[in-house]
């Protein structure tokens, strides 16, 4: 054998030699690797990682919300765009989970089923022309949203049992609750209300307020009510017309005999003016249903009267509001507003909630928007089984007090 054709067998058992040594050193380097990053030796660093991912606001992945019905009309839902993004969602509503983009224009992705979120709205039919998508995936949430109570529901809820996965409502249990107004803590800038157990400030002793003790001495007129909705479920009417009849209220819009136009300002400044209180009386007595009557009487120097099915302590702190349903006749509410309004001292303390609280109102798109960042969300699946008992079961026909 010649010495060139041993020389290249050397080589060649040396190369052979070299490459099965590297083939079992990165062989070697992967299982040390896998076995260092396993989770029997890893798990904490791995969780840590993981939550690190979650709780970094630019590592999250845009959620995608599309708006398939209008909003009484208005497509944008009262949002100041067709299409929202993650900057509008942190500027303009002030998210503190802005990842998300909102948009009424269905051909904004390619394809229904890529839409990580669908809000119908419940109080309007939907479209002939376009009922429902036609195509679902299972990553996507239905919502069923509605701020109105169940009387006022365009939906045959029956024919959809199942197709819900979020609730979005004024209702307290739903998974987004959207109510008209909230109450937050002046000092800690912490939504206090509506909320279940909400951790109300104690009520000072003393209380003065300079502005609504000289406000006092010139309010002439007992109540008023604004109301164009004249027969309801709850039958308010009744109680207003059978309040009407022992004590002074003054009627507004087409349930009543006088007149105060839209938009007008001096039907707002009356109430500071002219009135000690104003009848914020609901539609329907349904659990948490409060509407913008309370709200918008709230920024007025005037005290609520309430009446609806909510169990107002969940909405608002104690003694800043008078419930018509803690009283067992109308005449035992009419003696309890003839004190208050003639006592100052009393009727200024209605007020003490100002030093402690602000009213302020947010989107509800904020808290559906970080409920779809929710670690885990897009990977378990809810449904309403029966969408009609969970939101016609909350309503009642009674009141508590007697006309």
């Not at 390619?110 to 979120?117: G, I, M, Q, R």
């Not at 419940?122 to 109105?148: G, I, K, N, T």
């Not at 979005?168 to 959207?178: A, F, I, N």
């Not at 602000?358 to 449904?383: E, N, Y």
Request: with cysteine.
């Amino acid at each position: 054998m010649s010495m060139a054709v041993r020389s290249g067998r050397l080589i060649c058992g040396s190369r052979g030699a070299l490459l099965l040594f590297l083939l079992i050193l990165v062989g070697t380097l992967v299982i040390l690797h896998r076995v260092v990053q396993s989770p029997l030796f890893n798990q904490y660093e791995i969780l840590q990682d993981h939550l690190e991912r979650q709780e970094n606001p630019k590592s999250l992945v845009t959620r995608t919300i599309l708006l398939w019905t209008d909003f009484f009309g208005d497509p944008r839902w009262k949002l100041s765009w067709d299409t929202l993004g993650p900057q509008e969602l942190r500027d303009e509503l002030r998210c503190p989970v802005y990842q998300c983009e909102i948009s009424n224009q269905h051909e904004f992705l390619p394809a229904v089923e890529l839409y990580d979120a669908i809000v119908f709205h419940a109080a309007e039919m939907f479209s002939l022309l376009r009922p429902v998508p036609l195509q679902r995936s299972p990553h996507q949430a239905y919502v069923f949203a509605v701020m109105e109570p169940p009387g006022e529901t365009k939906h045959r809820l029956d024919d959809e049992f199942g197709f819900y996965n979020l609730t979005m409502t004024y209702r307290l249990d739903s998974d987004v609750v959207w109510p008209y107004g909230q109450l937050i803590d002046t000092e800690t800038g912490a939504v206090v209300a509506p909320s279940v157990s909400p951790p109300w400030r104690k009520r000072p002793v003393a209380f003065n307020d300079s502005v609504i003790w000289n406000l006092w001495s010139g309010k002439s007129k007992m109540a008023a009510w604004f109301v164009s909705h004249c027969e309801t479920l709850s039958k308010r009417e009744i109680l207003a017309n059978r309040l009407q009849e022992i004590f002074d209220v003054d009627i507004y819009g087409k349930c009543g005999t006088l007149r105060c136009a839209r938009g007008d300002p001096h039907c707002d400044e009356m109430l500071d003016t002219d009135y000690l209180f104003y009848l914020a009386f609901e539609n329907s007595l349904c659990d948490d249903y409060v509407t913008e009557k309370l709200f918008d009487a709230l920024h007025r120097n005037i005290i609520p009267v309430v009446f609806g099915g909510a169990d107002y302590s969940r909405i608002l702190p104690t003694h800043s509001y008078i419930d018509a349903n803690r009283f067992e006749t109308v005449e035992d509410l009419a003696q309890h507003l003839s004190f208050v309004g003639g006592d100052p001292d009393e009727y200024v303390s209605y007020f003490w909630w100002r030093s402690y609280y602000r009213l302020v109102s947010t989107s509800p798109f904020c808290d559906l928007c970080a409920l779809l960042h929710v670690p885990g969300f897009s990977h378990k699946t809810q449904f309403y089984g029966d969408i009609q008992s969970w939101w016609f079961n909350s309503c009642r026909l009674e009141s508590q007090i007697r006309w």
